[in-house]
């Protein structure tokens, strides 16, 4: 089974930079599909942010560009999230996903529990 | 960015009763709309994908609809599981967007 797990500090003081983890098991990252982050913000809006594919190749949101990156650690099977300059706006509930291209358009297909990250002094 | 208009925000239902969520895109995207449910606990999953491609796992009493810039998502008979938040989602065109979610809740 297919399991995405977050990870990393729940509070992130203004300006600093936040720093995601999400480990997948039951899957290789480098075998195929992309591997995204998504963030809900309180009030329920929701944002793609970025991937990065099997391949190791990104994308990003323009609305995030300059701020953001995401990386992997093939040997632990890990992909990472980093957003620079964070301010009281950033606070989400961040998620990780798997992107299934199914012939049929894409979709996220499996998602992380979501770990929650305050942006405050 | 292609916006995202889903409609109700909530919706007070009862157990049986069937539902229809409406997610209206700003420009035509092909079919390319997917539904996704979010339990209180914060778990997400997918529930329909490509517009009416039900997930594997997904009751059939879930079902999608639509073309062009409009879309909907039908449930037949309200389950005690089924209230929950309710997304739609655009990949025709990057960046994929959301839209703000509709909350079904228990009349």
């Known amino acids: 089974e297919i399991q995405l797990q977050e990870s990393g500090p729940g509070l992130v003081k203004p300006s600093q930079s936040l720093s995601l983890t999400c480990s997948v098991t039951?899957?290789?990252?480098?075998?195929?599909?992309?591997w995204s982050w998504i963030r809900k913000f309180p009030g329920n809006k929701m944002e793609w942010m970025g991937y990065?594919?099997?391949?190791?190749?990104?994308n990003y949101n323009p609305s995030l560009k300059s701020r953001i990156s995401i990386t992997r650690d093939t040997s632990k099977n890990q992909f990472f999230l980093q957003l620079n300059s964070v301010t009281t706006e950033d606070t989400a509930t961040y998620y990780c996903?798997?992107?299934?291209?199914?012939?049929?358009?894409?979709?996220?297909?499996?998602w992380g529990q979501g770990v929650m990250v305050t942006v405050s002094s | 960015d292609i916006q995202m208009t889903q409609t109700p925000s909530s919706m007070p239902a009862s157990l049986g009763e069937r539902v229809t969520i409406s997610c209206r895109a700003s420009q035509g995207i092909s079919n390319y709309l997917n539904w996704y449910q979010q339990k209180p606990d914060g778990t997400i999953k997918p529930l329909i994908y490509?517009?009416?491609n039900l997930q594997s796992g997904v009751p059939s009493r879930f079902s999608g609809s639509g073309s062009g810039t409009d879309y909907s998502l039908t449930i037949s008979s309200l389950e005690p599981e089924d209230f929950a938040m309710y997304y739609c989602q655009q990949y025709d065109s990057s960046p994929p967007t959301f839209g703000a979610g509709t909350k079904l809740e228990l009349k």
């Open positions: 996903a798997r992107v299934n291209y199914s012939g049929d358009g894409d979709y996220f297909d499996y």
């Open positions: 490509y517009t009416s």
């Open positions: 039951g899957y290789t990252i480098t075998s195929g599909y992309d």
């Open positions: 990065i594919s099997y391949s190791g190749s990104t």
